[in-house]
């Protein structure tokens, strides 16, 4: 009886165990969870302080501004990404979502990266944008071409991009599966680490010359 007791207990452990390693923006347990950045309040959820509900204000879940195209003159792929999550929006704490607005300038790119926290579903407003991910081993690519009013999923953790493909600006809107998806860019991360990653090791994973690497870790 004990053994049987011991197993069943075990598996409830593993289950709780594994149930947890899953979850990455866990379910509120109440109706909002205000994030604040001091320490004088009781509760700590999400990594981030709960505002005293008492003191919570409708502006707490207002932000101003996605009418205001983002400036891509000072981006050098012509891109401009204005993410509004919970250090924008403290509402959005323990919630679970948040939304980013994206424009391009003409033949702009957003280059590959990844959210490693969050799915991505990108809205096209205005233009033309080929857009697509790829998936892990296997490396398959998912690619489109998305016109005005056109949706596209980008699963979470996957490396994904959009390009504009048209002679005018393109504007999307994308939401996202957590309150702080993360932003992973990939030439950034491997070309612009800091510290360097060794210029050998770069040069052997992609078949370059070691001036050619040296020169794109410049870049970054």
């Known amino acids: 009886m004990k053994k049987v007791v011991s197993y069943l207990v075990t598996v409830a452990l593993l289950a709780l165990a594994s149930s947890l390693a899953s979850a990455y923006d866990p379910s509120p347990l109440q109706d909002f969870c205000v994030a604040i950045n001091n320490t004088n309040s009781a509760v700590f959820v999400n990594g981030k302080f709960c505002k005293d509900p008492t003191l919570v204000t409708a502006d707490d879940f207002f932000f101003s501004g996605l009418n205001i195209p983002g400036n891509t003159a000072t981006n050098k792929v012509g891109s401009s990404v204005n993410l509004v999550n919970v250090d924008k929006l403290p509402g959005l704490n323990t919630l679970g979502i948040s939304l980013a ?120």
């Open 101 to 220: 607005r994206l424009d391009f300038a003409p033949y702009g790119l957003n280059p590959p990266h990844t959210h490693p926290r969050g799915t991505e579903l990108l809205v096209v407003i205005e233009g033309a944008l080929l857009v697509g991910f790829v998936t892990s081993n296997p490396n398959k690519l998912f690619t489109k071409v998305l016109n005005k009013g056109d949706v596209f999923v980008f699963p979470i953790g996957l490396i994904h991009f959009q390009f504009n493909v048209g002679q005018t600006n393109a504007v999307a809107f994308a939401g996202l599966s957590s309150q702080n998806p993360g932003l992973n860019t990939i030439a950034n991360a491997v070309f612009g680490s800091n510290p360097p990653i060794n210029p050998d090791v770069l040069a052997k994973a992609f078949q370059l010359d070691k001036n050619v690497v040296e020169y794109l870790q410049k870049q970054f």
